[in-house]
């Protein structure tokens, strides 16, 4: 406990027992505020200050995994909420789970929080070293969060600058790097808290962090007069509704009313149309009737569209080029599925207890595809990099790929997330994807949010939320590969590394004094 007088803002510092925990709760919740869709950015790096601030005032190591469990859970309760909207596509059925599948989920990914705080704690041995001690380990936490049980890099601090002049930073240090800046920064803002100056380190530290709001935004250069026209379908079908068998025809003929829909007189027709995730209502391999019908309504347009298919006895959740006359030009089959949601781990046992995967459609769910592709559309549309839905928030994928790709595509069907945050938060995802790559990113989305988004990641053109729409524009050009995008994400790791074995050192030479 720290017992030594510091400034007001200490005396989170000073709180024991339950207490502690709800202090630790509230502000990670508060934390949280700085994520789509209320994105109050400075709200993370304040709220993340007071959890420091309640972890470097824990009575032992366990004790601070406590107050970093709940900060963390309080943190994923809010940001995360979302997670139930799946449940309730089938109430009768699921929604029983909802409430249980928060609380695990949301403290399952605060074990992460909570072993950096218990690090903290037990490496350093004074609140002011437990403080600069967090800021590393927490980074370390949350790339590990990234990674392992096939990683959910989902909700990191450094996302609370996605939505800011800030974004930038995602093509110098990506993700991890930003995060490793907000922690550094409430790290500093709990440690002068501490020494009693926290209201004079604001005051200087506020204005600088606006600064970049006051200069000009560099711009990626617009999509010149050539430049191939494509449209996105966004055809608003409702979870509960889009595999009902009397509903499937209506959105199949809303989709091809859309597609075919009078191109912009000063744009033109479109060389490309592109559908969301699983949009074709029949298998591939039985769909040469629907394919037809496609391609009727495209016109002279190539078509890129979510397909489920059989590779041998397995379904997979695919994307499908179709050639003008409706041919199958190629296929890429979505390799990064979502646990719980496309397959079950432990299948045989899920099986013998009567449970399936939430987004399944086919029996059994879905197996994995060999791996990130290019697909090549010709000339004018060049290389496409394809994410459906969930692999939009790995940014590691695209450099499996031995050429650069020309811009990335991303399908994905959020109306199982519902209409408040998830769909934001997973816009956001791909505009930090275009920064850190430079590249622009084509996302059609089956509820929304479509939208064109540049290489810098502004967002040229969207269809709203909720609402059936068509979306043409001019493909966007790139920009040269990022920093980021040739060295990835290891400056970023090795840098709190050494912070994390540089800050220890100095409190055990502390400690042996």
Known sequence: MISSPGGPAASLARLAGWPALMAAAATGAVAGLG???????????????????????????????????AAGAGHFA??????????????????????FALVLFACGLALFWAAASWGAVRLAVSPLGRVALLAPLLTLAEVLRSTILTGFPWALPGHALID???????????????TLLVLGLSALWAGVALRGRGVVVLGVSLPLLLVPYLLPCAEAPAAGTGAPVVRLVQPNAPQHLKWREDMIPVFWQRGRDLTA??????????????????????????????????SQAAGGAQVMIGVQRYEGFSVRNGLALLAPGGQVAAVYDKHHLVPFGEYLPLQGLAERLDIRALAAVMPGGYGPGPGPVALDLGEGLGTAFPMICYEAIFPGYIRRLDARPDWMAHVTNDAWFGTFSGPWQHLALA????????????????????AVIDARGRILAAL?????????????PALPPTLYARIGDWPAILLAMLLAGGVTLAERRKKAH
Do not use: C, K
């Open 431 to 450: 505009r930090l994807r275009a920064v850190e790559q430079g590249l622009p990113v084509l996302r059609a989305a089956n509820t929304g949010v479509s």
């Open 164 to 178: 800011t002049p800030w974004l930038f930073l995602g093509g110098v240090v990506g993700a991890h790097g930003m």
């Open 35 to 69: 994520q789509a869709p209320f994105d109050l950015w400075l709200a993370t790096p304040l709220g993340l200050a007071a959890v420091f601030l309640v972890v470097a005032g824990a009575g032992g190591a366990g004790d601070a995994f406590r107050r970093g469990l």
């Open 261 to 294: 829909a009078a191109a912009d007189p000063d744009l033109g027709p479109p060389a490309l149309v592109i559908w969301p995730e699983t949009s074709l209502p029949v298998i591939l391999e039985r769909s040469d009737v629907a394919r037809l019908q496609l």
């Open 78 to 99: 809010l940001t995360l909420h979302w997670i139930v909207e799946p449940f309730f596509v089938t109430p009768e059925v699921h929604g029983w789970m909802a409430p």
């Open 464 to 476: 709203p939320l909720g609402e059936a729409g068509y979306l043409d524009a001019r493909l966007p």
